[in-house]
């Protein structure tokens, strides 16, 4: 059982979530009962051997998988309550999500590729997307595409990308996992400074114990449980 929440409401609140992935072949539990807050404007990571199932929890949290059991609120959605189309609507609306292999799409400019989410979420705000462009040192990159970008640069668009739309929560998986030490060190330091700026919550799945350090909380999961 989770301890019990204090009566100001979190903006994310998982609670005994349980999760197997079964096949002809077999099943694996992953989670057997995570339970995890994340307040307002605190930043968490989420830390764990490899297999302890981070991603699987990231994804469910932003409705890209369905739960066995359990409960996610996302500050008043009962997010296992909804839909795919209600998931679909989440995670276009209310959430940022940033994931290791950058995920930009292709075809599009990197101006275009900052714009898309907060167009398609109806919520695009030029002032706000250029004050991303300058914090994130995109201004001479606008016209290029992801493929010629560097790695870090390309980070820099998806972070730029998913805090478009001013989300109340940012998800990250392995946001730099992909990245050399030093441009990792580069991309964290601009996505810390503009997560404050927003005030979003934020919960990144990290392996480095060191980038882990530099947010509010570190979790742990292990056997299925969070601590
Ligand atoms: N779609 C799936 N079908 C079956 N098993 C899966 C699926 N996705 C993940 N798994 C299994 O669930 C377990 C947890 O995987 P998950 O990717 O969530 O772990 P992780 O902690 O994020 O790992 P890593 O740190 O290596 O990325 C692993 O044993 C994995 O093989």
């Known amino acids: 059982m989770c301890v019990p929440t204090p009566s100001k409401a979190p903006m994310l609140d998982v609670q005994n979530l349980t999760k197997t992935y079964r096949s002809a072949q077999e099943r694996i539990t ?3 009962g995570a339970c995890l807050r994340v307040d307002a404007g605190e930043s968490v990571a989420l830390t764990g051997e490899s297999g302890s199932g981070k991603s699987t929890l990231l994804h469910l949290i932003a409705g890209l998988d369905q739960a066995d059991g359990g409960s996610i609120r996302l500050n008043e959605t009962e997010v296992t309550a909804l839909a795919d189309r209600g998931r679909a609507a989440l995670r276009r609306d209310r959430l940022g999500l940033v994931f290791q292999q950058f995920n930009l799409i292709p ?12 167009r398609i979420a109806g919520r695009h705000n030029s002032q706000w997307q250029s004050e991303l462009v300058d914090r994130l040192g995109l201004g001479d990159l606008l016209n290029r595409y992801p493929e010629q970008l560097s790695g870090g640069q390309q980070q820099r668009v998806a972070i730029g990308r998913a805090l478009a ?46 980038l882990a350090a530099t947010l509010d909380r570190q979790v742990l999961l292990s056997a299925g449980l969070i601590s």
């Open 30 to 32: 992953v989670l057997r």
């Open 107 to 118: 075809s599009l400019t990197v101006a275009d590729n900052l714009a898309f989410q907060s």
């Open 165 to 210: 739309v001013r989300p109340p929560l940012l998800l990250a998986d392995e946001p730099t996992g992909n990245l050399d030490e030093a441009t990792a060190d580069e991309v964290m330091d601009l996505a810390r400074d503009l997560i404050k700026r927003t005030g979003c919550s934020f919960l990144m799945v990290t392996h480095s114990a060191r």
